[in-house]
């Protein structure tokens, strides 16, 4: 029930951004003491983004992050609960986000989607049917997305390129089995799609076992930044 559009703004890349600082950033207040308190808070976008400085300095590169823990590609029964599945809340809001985002560089910039890096799954990896309806649903979702952002012309490419993290083969997901899977089978299936492995990443998760530490969300960005630019040379 949040208005995550509201929140939205263009910052430079840097750590705290994305769903944990929600309370620290409603009505737009910050104070210092929590502010330092999100300085370890980031995902693959860091990196990515220090990828893109560095390898293509002489372009304007903007990234729009839409991150929300522990929710399925599948709507749940309770539809009070946010989920990913197409028109739903957090997808409408993805829409909304990009279309803005889009919209406010007009004057200046003529912005198009030029990929989506896509790390989901594990919680659809928790339970057996949405596990099972994996493969179909993040089929329709890409699908979806991709037509959608076509008709809104944020995407001049209606297949623009999607970048998968698979899921871990972690204990901690028992249906992992079926979503690796489908992240393989989809891959496969549909255009401009590529899957990057994190199963490497088990030495650099937090101390919960199934979150990625800072080396490893590092790692991811780097990971699929080169999914995404295989010519650009990279270390």
């Not at 976008?45 to 929300?68: C, D, I, N, S, T």
């Not at 088990?202 to 979150?211: R, V």
């Amino acid at each position: 029930q949040v208005d995550w559009s509201a929140l939205a703004g263009w910052h430079v890349a840097a750590p705290g951004f994305g769903i944990k600082s929600l309370a620290y950033y409603r009505e737009f207040v910050r104070p210092q003491a929590e502010a330092d308190a999100l300085a370890g808070l980031f995902g693959p976008e860091l990196a990515f983004a220090g990828q893109l400085a560095a390898q293509r300095p002489a372009e304007q590169h903007y990234l729009v992050k839409l991150a929300m823990p522990g929710v399925t590609l599948a709507a749940p029964a309770d539809a009070t609960l946010a989920h990913w599945a197409p028109d739903g809340a957090l997808y409408r809001e993805l829409l909304e986000m990009i279309a803005a985002a889009h919209a406010s560089q007009a004057a200046t910039a003529r912005l198009r989607v030029a990929g989506l890096l896509w790390m989901q799954g594990e919680s659809d990896a928790l339970q057996a049917d949405s596990a099972a309806r994996y493969a179909d649903n993040l089929t329709t979702f890409l699908q979806r997305l991709r037509g959608d952002l076509a008709a809104l012309g944020c995407a001049t490419d209606a297949d623009f390129p999607v970048v998968l993290g698979r899921i871990q083969d972690n204990p901690a997901w028992s249906e992992r089995a079926q979503v690796r899977e489908a992240q393989r089978a989809v891959s496969t299936r549909l255009p401009a799609v590529t899957l990057v492995d994190t199963d490497d990443f088990s030495a650099h998760l937090l101390p919960d076992g199934i979150h990625f530490a800072e080396a490893a969300q590092h790692a991811l960005g780097e990971r699929m930044y080169r999914a995404l630019f295989p010519t650009d040379e990279t270390p």
